[in-house]
Structure formats: structure tokens, C-alpha cells
Nanobody, 119 residues
Framework: QVELMESGGGLAQAGGSLRLSCRAP???????????VGWFRQTPDKQRELVAR???????TYADSVKGRFSISRDSSRKTVNLQMNSLKPDDTAAYYC??????????WGQGTQVTVSS
């Protein structure tokens, strides 16, 4: 599994913005491109759900609930995947987890970072 370090998150007002970052400090850069990377979120009363991801060949997927508001990007030089969250809503409140999925199906997860959006 891959060691992942998340940063960002915190408290925002509705309509505000936050940025999450997830770095794989020990990963070799050439290997970074072979992973599907993304963000999931979870609340106490729901299962973990996909927010956004980028496949190894660059295909981006967003949950319908965040389309047009969130943007995912990856930076191979920093071995980082970022999630820019704009126009935040109270329903975006959750614990956010980054995920690196290898080509052979092995998942690695970040420790989780809390995002709280107040109305």
C-alpha cells in the first residue's frame, strides 16, 4: 500500500471554497501515473461515496452532486492530487478521504480530513 498524506479541509461558510491535497511522498514519480487517484467522502449515516477521480489515462469522473463546483487535478512533480471545492453547500459536510488505486486493484487510503460547511 501507498503512504498518503492529506491536508486542507476545515470549516467554511456556504458558498465558500476549500482545497484538499493528498500527497504520496514515497511514491516514485513514474509510478504515480499508473494509479487512478481520487477523493471519496463519508458521513456517519452514509456509505463512503466517490466525489471525483482521475484514471491513469486521464479520464475524470465527478459525482453528480459536485459537478460544476469541484475540480480535481493531479501534479506528478509533487505526487499530489488536489480537490478544489467551490460554492460549498452544507450537504458537502463530510470526512474526505483520498484514494490511490493501483492497476492491480490495490487501494490505499488517506487518514481522512473533515470538511464542515455552515449555512
Amino acid at each position: 500500500q501507498v503512504e498518503l498524506m492529506e491536508s486542507g479541509g476545515g470549516l467554511a461558510q456556504a458558498g465558500g471554497s476549500l482545497r484538499l491535497s493528498c500527497r504520496a511522498p514515497r511514491m516514485i514519480t513514474s509510478v504515480f501515473w499508473t494509479y487512478t487517484v481520487g477523493w471519496f467522502r463519508q458521513t456517519p449515516d452514509k456509505q463512503r461515496e466517490l466525489v471525483a477521480r482521475i484514471t491513469s489515462n486521464g479520464v475524470i469522473t465527478y459525482a453528480d452532486s459536485v459537478k460544476g463546483r469541484f475540480s480535481i487535478s493531479r501534479d506528478s512533480s509533487r505526487k499530489t492530487v488536489n480537490l478544489q471545492m467551490n460554492s460549498l453547500k452544507p450537504d458537502d459536510t463530510a470526512a474526505y478521504y483520498c484514494n490511490f488505486a493501483s492497476e492491480n486493484g490495490v487501494d490505499s487510503w488517506g487518514q481522512g480530513t473533515q470538511v464542515t460547511v455552515s449555512s
